[in-house]
């Protein structure tokens, strides 16, 4: 009998997970993640993206600068997820630097937050979607940034794939289409 455990963490929690043996398979988002340790069986990037609520201000620019985005309040996921530290690593390249009104892990609570207010978000385009979609969520218009993740299925190279395994990857194959 094989039994199915979901963990969550960031990606350095599960990595660390996996190495130990304690989960047999990892998904993650993050950046490109190598180890020759490793198998990597799903790779597919994910762009990252400036999002805001349909009648924020920001919207009026038609093309604002980083320097100028950031003069608006930001909603962000916590300081140790990927794509905020990934946003942070960016601007401080550019001596600038982030300063959220709120932190929050749920990248729903988030959107929701948007929809209401004048803050800005910077989220994966998956996470978005629907929203920007359903015009919930406006693109804000900036070209000075362009950061992408990775989703990634690892798993460790001397690990035997079990069907559940396999059945994981294929479902997040066709999901990620």
Same mark, same amino acid.
């Given at each position: 009998?094989?039994?199915?455990?979901?963990?969550?963490?960031?990606?350095?929690?599960?990595?660390?997970?996996?190495?130990?043996?304690?989960? $047999?398979?990892?998904?993650?988002?993050?950046?490109?993640?190598?180890?020759?340790?490793?198998?990597?069986?799903?790779?597919?990037?994910?762009?990252?993206?400036?999002?805001?609520?349909? $009648?924020?201000?920001?919207?009026?620019?038609?093309?604002?600068?980083?320097?100028?985005?950031?003069?608006?309040?930001?909603?962000?996921?916590?300081?140790?997820?990927?794509?905020?530290?990934?946003?942070?690593?960016?601007?401080?390249?550019?001596?600038?630097?982030?300063?959220?009104?709120?932190?929050?892990?749920?990248?729903?609570?988030?959107?929701?937050?948007?929809?209401?207010?004048?803050?800005?978000?910077?989220?994966?385009?998956?996470?978005?979607?629907?929203?920007?979609?359903?015009?919930?969520?406006?693109?804000?218009?900036? $070209?000075?940034?362009?950061?992408?993740?990775?989703?990634?299925?690892?798993?460790?190279?001397?690990?035997?794939?079990? $069907?559940?395994?396999?059945?994981?990857?294929?479902?997040?194959?066709?999901?990620?289409?």
């Amino acid at each position: 009998e094989y039994r199915i455990k979901i963990s969550k963490g960031s990606p350095s929690e599960l990595i660390s997970l996996m190495e130990k043996n304690e989960v $047999d398979i990892i998904y993650i988002l993050d950046v490109l993640r190598y180890d020759t340790k490793w198998r990597r069986v799903l790779q597919k990037e994910e762009p990252c993206l400036f999002v805001c609520g349909p $009648d924020n201000p920001v919207l009026k620019k038609k093309n604002i600068s980083l320097t100028e985005l950031l003069k608006y309040p930001f909603y962000l996921t916590e300081a140790k997820d990927n794509y905020q530290y990934a946003l942070a690593q960016h601007l401080a390249a550019g001596d600038l630097s982030v300063d959220p009104v709120l932190e929050v892990g749920d990248t729903e609570v988030i959107s929701h937050m948007l929809y209401e207010g004048d803050a800005v978000s910077f989220l994966p385009r998956f996470a978005v979607e629907k929203h920007l979609k359903e015009g919930d969520l406006k693109l804000v218009p900036t $070209d000075d940034l362009n950061i992408n993740m990775y989703h990634q299925i690892i798993y460790h190279k001397n690990k035997w794939l079990t $069907d559940e395994m396999l059945e994981f990857i294929k479902t997040a194959e066709e999901y990620l289409k």
